[in-house]
């Protein structure tokens, strides 16, 4: 499954480094297109998720990373477990990430706002 990544702007819960290898995401163009804090998500081509830009000023949708400190808490057996962090779109352009504390997401890549696109 394709997917963007953003790079920097959120740091490990478990050991506090910073998470260098970036955040999985699905929103916008699905491109692999590689974003930072404050860039504008794109909305061209064919492959959008949603399909259309949603009118709301925010939107928040679930993204998947792992710690890059091999000495972190978070790795097990030689492999990192993935996290999940909620990356928030403010005016169409990436305001923030942080890591994800809700109830057990019900999809992966799951839009938690608008609530109207949760089923996508
Ligand atoms: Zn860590």
Redesign the pocket.
Known sequence: MSFNTLEGGLV?P????EIISGVGFRLGTIASLRYKIGDSLSWEGENCRPATRPQTKEIKTLGYYN?D?IK???WQDCYPDVQVAVVTVANDKIASVEPYQGPEPAKEFQILEPAELAAL
Not at 14 to 17: E, F, L
Request: aromatic share 0%; with cysteine; proline share 0%.
């Open positions: 490990c478990h050991c506090k480094a710690c400190n972190c808490s978070s």
